[in-house]
């Protein structure tokens, strides 16, 4: 019978897994996605079509924009993650050398030393050097792309094949290194400067794929990489594998032509399908003999964040607890799609280890009934003398977001407080009108991380140049002390994380929204294993297919 396989994963690893009609075996739960029948007829086929949203360009420096996924197909890093919340492991960095698997360090100093294969080629044929790594680094902080890499004070060659990373102190928080070993992609400063669009238009990277054809505002196609370097197979982790000839990515943005494209089977899988969208490749569609359903809950936080500079309304906690009180998340996720949006109750979710079930229960503006909000919002618009400013809401222009802060707005107009129209912009702008603290009241957004949920709130409250976080807050707030404690891991308490959450709700300085389900739809006739960067994001050439 067919599957329909609800899950919170992490990257490589399934938490729990649900069949309808029949038990999963343990191979198939770890694998994230199965065939059905188990007998899906062998069938010869050497590409594998994927649609994702529109990218832009193909700037491996901007690796978290929307459309990027065939980055970890093309580039590679020093270090990658086994999956969300998983182990470091090497992949330029050779796991053969130094104490730590792939680098070297000495307790108590801020240098940390990583040692390179001395086999490493692009698909240019460019030898990867250490001052390959120097200079790829060197642009990617400079980009203005490398977020939270305040304590990276140098990296310099050693020699050839060894990189001393130098920071302002000793790298002593949880998932810190991470941060920076496998949060950047490596490339030849030869094919870099080479290259007219910087690597814009084009690719010349490590990775077991190459880029065949980009075109703008269609899509990519990559073909396996000929002239792999790692030739040793047994150091190639499953993430890095190329188990299929070609891939290609369709820029698709609207759920209905993604849909359609399933349907007359242009696409073989699409990552994000609206729950509205999915019946017919469930059990008993009329597509379900050929597209198998996976579901995940996304390590993605919607949240609402308060701008806290003297510019705004929300400088004032009266205000900030007015509107994060007037914006009810159980109607959030009503108007939403209970199918396609869960609760939170932070800013971050339980996919976190360290997140703590306890803040359901407590009684804040996340937690407190529908019923009770309104007298609440009366409250604290009185102590704050309220009088109709209109609060400006701003957002990426995606449909999601947009919808989302929509839905803020009806409600804070509801309340009685006054709203401006929604800001949604592309990301350049968005960038721009966030460092303007005259530009925006409250921020609808979307906040990650890849391990433990201290740093995404290091993310959200990051200190920049200007000693502020991007919401304003002062670097000298006791905030940002909290949360250094709980992301040391000698400190990395319950305890300690709870303190940074119960702060940051008693100045309102955020308010999670909600969850997103995502649907994976994939044909199961071809694909037998879906395989997942650290990011929940798939890896076609990872996958296993029926060929």
Same mark, same amino acid.
């Given at each position: ?114 040692? %390179? ?34 304590? %990276? ?128 490749? $469930? ?16 390590? %993605? ?67 407190? +009934? ?41 409600? %804070?107009?509801?309340?009685?407080? $006054? ?95 909600? $969850? +997103? ?31």
């Amino acid at each position: 019978m067919k599957k329909l396989l609800s899950a919170l994963i992490s990257g490589l690893m399934v938490l729990s897994l649900t069949a309808c009609g029949s038990s999963s075996s343990t191979a198939a739960a770890a694998s994230g996605a199965a065939s059905s029948t188990g007998s899906a007829t062998a069938q010869s086929f050497d590409t594998i079509i994927e649609a994702t949203k529109t990218a832009s360009n193909i700037d491996p420096l901007n690796m978290n924009q929307s459309g990027k996924n065939f980055l970890w197909e093309v580039y590679e890093m020093l270090f990658d993650l086994d999956g969300f919340g998983g182990d470091m492991y090497g992949v330029l960095a050779d796991s053969s050398k130094g104490e730590y698997k792939g680098y070297d360090h000495e307790a108590g100093t801020p240098e940390y030393t990583v040692y %390179l294969y001395q086999n490493i080629k692009d698909s240019a044929g460019n030898a990867i050097t250490a001052s390959d790594v120097v200079f790829s680094y060197n642009t990617m902080k400079d980009s203005g792309y490398a977020h939270g890499w305040n304590t %990276l004070a140098s990296v310099d060659a050693v020699d050839d094949y060894t990189v001393k990373f130098t920071f302002t102190r000793e790298l002593t928080k949880v998932g810190e290194l991470s941060a920076y070993w496998a949060r950047c992609f490596v490339f030849s400063q030869k094919a870099y400067e080479a290259s007219a669009s910087k690597f814009a238009s084009d690719a010349v990277g490590t990775g077991p794929y190459v880029l065949k054809s980009y075109t703008a505002g269609s899509g990519i196609t990559l073909e396996k990489n000929p002239n792999y370097w790692q030739t040793d197979t047994t150091a190639i982790h499953t993430q890095h594998q190329a188990n299929i000839e070609n891939i290609q990515y369709k820029f698709i943005d609207e759920d209905a032509t993604n849909v359609v494209g399933l349907q007359t089977g242009d696409v073989d899988i699409v990552e994000e399908v609206a729950t509205k969208s999915i019946t017919d490749f $469930q059990d008993g569609g009329a597509y379900a003999d050929t597209y198998d359903v996976y579901q995940h809950a996304n390590n %993605l936080t919607d949240m609402a964040l308060a701008n806290v500079s003297s510019d705004s309304v929300c400088n004032d906690i009266n205000m900030r607890l007015a509107l994060f009180y007037a914006i009810d998340p159980v109607g959030v996720v009503n108007y939403m799609d209970t199918n396609s949006v869960k609760s939170v109750y932070a800013l971050g979710n339980a996919n976190f280890p360290d997140y703590d079930s306890g803040w359901e229960k407590e009684d804040n503006y996340e937690t407190l +009934s529908s019923d009770a909000r309104a007298a609440k919002v009366k409250e604290y618009l009185d102590k704050a003398g309220y009088n109709g400013q209109k609060i400006k809401i701003l957002c990426l222009n995606e449909e999601h977001y947009k919808n989302l802060s929509q839905v803020v707005g009806s409600m %804070l107009n509801a309340a009685g407080i $006054q709203t401006a129209d929604v800001q949604a912009v592309d990301n350049s702008t968005y960038q721009t009108l966030l460092a303007d603290s005259t530009d925006w009241d409250l921020d609808v957004c979307g906040w990650a991380a890849n391990d433990f949920i201290v740093n995404c709130w290091d993310h959200i409250f990051s200190v920049g140049s200007t000693g502020k976080t991007g919401t304003f807050i002062d670097q000298n707030d006791q905030l940002i002390t909290l949360l250094n404690t709980a992301r040391e891991t000698a400190t990395h308490t319950q305890e300690n994380v709870d303190a940074v959450h119960e702060y940051y709700i008693s100045q309102a300085y955020g308010m999670g929204l909600c $969850q +997103s389900i995502v649907n994976v739809v994939y044909n199961s006739k071809k694909i037998t294993k879906l395989v997942f960067t650290d990011k929940s994001m798939i890896l076609p050439g990872a996958c296993t297919y029926t060929n």
